[in-house]
């Protein structure tokens, strides 16, 4: 251990970034002594001297953006806008030796084994209890203790399937477990996107370190939890179990789930049906096997664990009681996560595997002993104290940050029930590089080990793992939530690695699949929403841009004419209101600019562009795992720096069309994303469904908004019509340069070969709902089937020439009656059919109650009384 | 003696549930001193699903779910019930509290072992200084522990006004205790919270009172519902139910249907519904001697 000399290049490589570096005392992870390097560092520091700090940091920039891109986030829960918090990622990984990694390993997989045989004994015979090997205050006084899973027979005998494990070094260099993860333990996912980004970036010189890769431990955790099926062994299907979009690690719930292959669902998503869990899908109940969960314990299951829950599944813990359902983590096995058991391990160690404990815990005292009790009372204000019990709602108390009032009033808590606190020694971790600035600095690091359980008794130890670095030297807090970072880690192997794959091998015959048969009603219906907002995003758009243009083009004279109807466009697709051109009061003829800028900027729910932004962005999120990588990247790149114009500006709307402009762009590509790369599954069909359905009722609202009132000269109206129908040139080259109602009704409404007419939507509407899975009994047209046949017949059958009769010749206001109500009826029809579709696959409630409701389902957990 | 006991529980919904899974503690144990002849959980509409299994406390719980739309649901538990009067304990013979405690903390026989669980904080008993020091005053230094037990039983009954508008399943103990009234589960909840406060073990238990008084005894409050109270482990003695409510060691008036922690594990009936609207329930209770 020593100290490096501080801000001075290593002056034996050139090419190497500077050091700014200090280890306080701590374990120093890069150098042996003062300017000797620890030699598993020296390939590292190498290759990066081979390419040079410029080249490794313009490497570093464009894999950041890929970070960034692929929407790599980690969520803060209570923060509005916490969804987007991007992933921080140093580009230094953390190296680890092959000697050094061996003895962790064993460490890690006699620990897991150990946590294994605990949880069986306390959820059985309590031999521990009753042998006097460990105070029974620890699983009595436990809230994770669940009695409700007591004596669960489990398939495959195990609890612990999963297991994880907080690793910190001392400053003699050795390793101690901090925390222990056992009920649904996060991060694999992470340290997996860590390593490709990672690894494509610095490809050179990850080969030549000799990393060992982590796909091995990915196919062996998707064999052994298909392994656990209880039935359907050829084809179990697993999913992942997640709390939601808001949840802190949903990017890598998403991500695991695409990756392993197993489907994403909410506690929504399933139910249990003759003590067996179902996935609630398009095509009706499928059975469940295995379910890999993100939820806590307690939450699974809001009929016999936390009533108040409605993240979980009812009756989950009835169907893993039955033996029908396969759950990884077993419910129940957040008991041993408490810190408490800790200072016990090395004796149940001894006497549950005869071996001594290899990989110790950061020393920890339960105050339920006397003995313990004593010591910490007596150092308390050098000690960390921490509720024993996970779900006591209390964090950890810093006892030399106390008063010396605060610390007598913290002894007093202690005495009153000892055996609800512990109090462990802070570690002083040890100083790991990061790269700060093209610099080397010392920050204290913390690692997370992944394990999997293997067939016999098992544990396979992920050849890696989470990095994660404090936020400053000056803090020893490692967390994501505290704005700490995160590495990957490299295991260093002393002979060359062979790739792995999770692809099967070359030769191997796979089983034809055909995607879609297992679409989640709720994604479909969250596709068929994206769709929606998209299309209405794209409109609005247009319509804004129309608008701004001719704002700009203003110099003093008069509104020009078609801007009321432009602006009344806009607010009928925002509002929803009935499509009327925008009354400008004589008065304030800025009323319209006022709109204008309220429609682009209000953040206040979709009634604005960038409302809508913000809501196809949630949209989008909950349906992450079925949206393209590139497509993703195009709605992440949708509201970069739109700030509303400052008063007095030279030339207000300049910077806003451009951002328009570039908004028709994303959108267009996004769309085309969609139409290119998505397979013609059910979740296509929902998201085009949406599309068409919004761009229909869109057109058929700017019709009825421009061309009911006969505008003289009409001109200029038809005109911008056209432009923001995206038709002008189809236009111009049919018909020259005159304007007429006439054909512009005939292109923008009923040519079927115009993608932006009604009819077009229409035609495509009628033919995916023919595609949807429904009935087979039922011969007779679906609902939904007949209103869209009716829509697309009543729009084949109308003539133009009638619809443009205006009536009451020589008035001022001219109104075509007949286009009128042709085209509210339209839109009516559109409404009905966006609601026959919500109805008919998006509700598993029968009946539904109400057609505009879009979460029909509430549950509702009750107890009877039991007083009087 | 011998009940028939007859215990109803209705649901009637605005809309119709499209389904629905529940957990039933309807079915009396067999105890020392209770022997349950008969019993059968009858459900309408029919359950999809119907089950029983044995939970952590040894009660036998029905687990059902329907799958079908409805409106209304019945679930009546028919039982016949032998109780005995376990027949009385001498409070002075019974050991002092504190060697009670002592015995909990250190003993592993496998019946304190058992009792030791009943000490700790549950769902609805958390504790706090003022239940800690409500109890001590019933318990004095090297005072026998039933002595005790029923000292504190009866500064509850008389102490504490029964009112059932004053709360509800949701207020905490806290609340009772600030405002000296509640109702039998109130009640059997505070003086469990009170032993455990000391250390001793306490367990929640509900179930029924003869609905006829034998003649020439008053009426017993609680007896046209399903009622509440708590059992104190007594080494020597086993455990030995209290009926606050009531103040009274229990005999053979009361059929015990279950127990646990407290009211949240043994509650008669427990569900979650899809759809509903707005419900109401009715429960009703008929004891008679068989």
Redesign the interface.
Known sequence: MGTAPTSQSDSSSPGLPAVDWKTDGAYDELYESAGTLRPHWRPLLDGIGRIGVAEFTDRWDEARRQLEDNGVTYNVYGDQRGTSRPWQLDPLPMLIPAAEWSRIEEGLSQRARLLELILQDLYGE?RL????VLP??I???NPSFL??C??IDLPGRRWLQLYSCDLGRSPDGSWWVVADRTQSPSGSGYALENRIVISRAFQDIFRDCRVHRLASYFKTLRESLQALAPAHRDTPRVVLLTPGPFNETYFEHSYLARYLGFTLVEGADL?????AVYLKTLEGLQPVDVILRRLDDTFCD???LR?DSLLGV??LV?AA??GKVAIANALGTGLVETPALKPFLPALCQHLLGESLKLPSVATWWCGQEEALRYVLDHLGELVIKPAFPQAERGPVFGDRLSAAALAELADAIR??PFNYVAQESINLSAAPVWANGRLEPRHFAFRSHLVGTGADDYSVMPGGLTRVTASWDTLVVSMREGGGSKDTWILSETPVAPVSLLPPPGEALTLRRAGRDLPSRIADNLFWLGRYTARAEEVTRLLRGTLIRLTDETGQELRSELPVLVGAIRGLLDGTAPSPFAVPADKPEALETYVSHAIFDADGPTSLKGLLDALRQGAWTVRDRISVDSWRILNRLDHDLAPPRPGDEAPWGEVLIFLNEMIVHLAAFSGMAMESMTRAHGWRFLEMGRRLERASATASLLRCALVTVHDPEDPILSGVLEVADSSMTYRSRYMNVLQAVPLLDLLLVDESNPRSVAFQLALLSEHVDHLPRDEQQSARSTEQRLALDLLTRLRLADMTTLAQAGRPGSRHIRRAKLDVFLRDISEGLLALSDAVTQNYFS????A?QLTQRRI???????????? | MKYRVKHT?QYDYS??V??C???ANLTPPDLPSQRCEMNRVEIRPAP??S?Q?K???GNTVT?F?M?E?HRKLTVTSHSLVEVRDPGPVDPAATPPWESVRDNLRTN?S?EL?HA??F???SSYVR?T?AL?EYAAASFPPGLPILAGALDLMARIHGEFEYN?EA???ATPLETVLAQRKG????FAHLQIACFRSLGLAARYV?GYLRTIPPPGRPRLV?A?????WLSVFVPGAGWIDLDPTNNRICGSDHITLSSGRD?D????????????GL?A?S?SVDVAEA
């Open positions: 309590q209890l009753k042998d006097n029974p205050e699983v009595f006084a009695r409700p007591f004596g139910t249990v049906r003759d003590n809001p009929l016999e009533g009812p009756g009835q009681q039955a009153a029930r598993h409630s029968r009946p109650r389902e509430t549950l509702t957990t009750y107890a009877s009384p039991d007083s009087l | 529980t809309e119709p499209t389904f899974h529940n957990k999809s699903v089950i299994r939970d952590y406390f687990f779910s799958h739309p592993r496998h072992l030791y669980q000490v700790f904080d504790l200084s800690g059932p709360t509800d399943i109702v039998c589960q109130d509900s609680g046209d519902a399903s009622h509440a009211y594990e043994v509650s008669p009936i427990r569900g979650v519904i899809l759809g509903g419900q329930m429960v």
